[in-house]
Nanobody
Framework: VQLQASGGGLVQAGGSLRLSCAAS????????MGWFRQAPGKEREFVAA????????GYAVSVKGRFTISRDNAKNTVYLQMNSLKQEDTAVYYC????????????????????WGQGTLVTVSS
């Protein structure tokens, strides 16, 4: 499966952005999906994840209550709605995919994902 992330850009603190991750290739809708980010000078970290069914989600503590992950299996696309953005959210955001063990499985560790997109830059200004 190939992943294409988009939707990044420059936004003021307190604003919102929605990232998209479109999957192509072997898209049989059996992939759990995740978003990770890497800020300048820092290691890549987990942001959010969603199960194949979409019924189960997980979030990093730093984004819980502000970010929402969702998916549209008919469009083979996963979204990350980011609200109340802070300067510390500035990073390159990556989407990742991995066949789910079950329809309700999602993964929060980078090593659990075999497929990665190219990343989209989000810059939050003061």
């Amino acid at each position: 499966v190939q992943l294409q992330a988009s939707g990044g850009g420059l936004v003021q603190a307190g604003g919102s952005l929605r990232l998209s991750c479109a999957a192509s290739g072997r898209t049989d809708n059996n992939y759990a999906m995740g978003w990770f980010r890497q800020a300048p000078g820092k290691e890549r970290e987990f942001v959010a994840a969603i199960s194949t069914s979409g019924a189960n989600t997980g979030y990093a503590v730093s984004v819980k209550g502000r970010f929402t992950i969702s998916r549209d299996n008919a469009k083979n696309t996963v979204y990350l709605q980011m609200n109340s953005l802070k300067q510390e959210d500035t990073a390159v955001y990556y989407c990742a995919a991995q066949p789910g063990r079950t329809a309700h499985t999602y993964y929060t560790r980078q090593r659990e994902y075999d497929h990665w997109g190219q990343g989209t830059l989000v810059t939050v200004s003061s």
